[in-house]
């Protein structure tokens, strides 16, 4: 019998189980997939008649481009899955599989729209100069804000939360809530995790947008940031949480815990 791999988004409304084996994760840094994610994306794939749904009751699906659809948790914003129309075949966030994947990073594709606040490998670039605000929008542009440039130091938190969330692991900026201005967030839907905290996402089309922790403080994710951000990559947290697929090269400083 082949190895069966389980998966499912935050709270569960989405979860599912794929047979190996698993094609090696690609990671995509295109523009669509930033803001999408939250970050950056990183997903393996299947044919499809080797990918059972267990649970769909919170599954929604956008159409993020002409040849493919994106599938996310309506309940807790989880963003799960990539499908091409013209394939028979589904790729899947890796930090949606539950336990060990067995897998890596074999390839980092559309780098050239990588965020400035990261390197697709290695150490982060040096910080852009950025002046005045710059814009944050999810993927269907439902949900825009604005916020003032240079963002600062980003945090990557790689706990189990935010890796079911992302699909791979997060990246955000600390600002204060009183500094984002909306343009518009009428689709804006919120969860609230064990622990407290709060995340904005859109409900449209699932894109991660804003972290509100259980003591108020706030902080916006990177990769929904128009560029330049003005902002570089400081340091990684939860990093004992941290998915077995991918290696931390940038030579950040790492904790093991917050
Ligand atoms: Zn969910
Ligand atoms: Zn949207
Ligand atoms: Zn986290």
């Known amino acids: 019998m082949a190895e069966v791999h389980t998966g499912s988004c935050l709270c569960g409304a989405v979860a599912f189980e794929v047979e190996a084996p698993l094609r090696p994760v690609t990671a995509c840094h295109c523009t669509q997939c930033r803001a999408w994610s939250g970050h950056y994306v990183a997903a393996t794939s299947v044919p499809l008649d080797r990918f059972r749904l267990l649970n769909d009751v919170g599954l ?74 710059t814009t944050g929008a999810c993927l269907c542009g439902a949900c825009r ?66 972290f509100r922790a259980a003591d108020g403080a706030f902080s916006v994710e990177a990769g929904c940031l128009a560029l330049p951000t003005g902002g570089r990559l400081a340091s990684h947290i939860f990093t004992a949480f941290k998915g077995d697929y991918y290696t931390l090269d940038d030579g950040l400083p790492q904790s093991p815990g917050a």
């Not at 929604?60 to 493919?68: G, I």
């Not at 859109?202 to 947008?209: F, I």
């Open 60 to 133: 929604r699906w956008v159409r993020a481009s002409a040849a493919a659809r994106r599938g996310f948790c309506g309940v807790c914003g989880a963003r799960l899955f990539w499908q091409p129309d013209a394939e028979a075949r589904i790729s899947i966030g890796a930090g949606a599989l539950d336990g060990p994947t067995g897998l890596a990073i074999a390839e980092h594709i559309f780098t050239e729209d990588a965020g400035d606040y990261y390197a697709p490998e290695g150490p982060p670039p040096v910080a852009t100069v950025a002046q005045g605000h």
């Open 145 to 210: 804000f604005t916020v003032p440039v240079p963002v600062g130091e980003a945090t990557a938190c790689h706990c189990t939360q935010c890796r079911k969330l992302s699909g791979h692991y997060a990246a955000s900026f600390d600002v204060a809530e009183t500094d984002v201005v909306w343009q518009a967030r009428a689709p804006l839907a919120t969860y609230t995790s064990p622990g407290g905290g709060t995340r904005g996402f859109c409900g449209d089309c699932g894109s991660g947008l804003w």
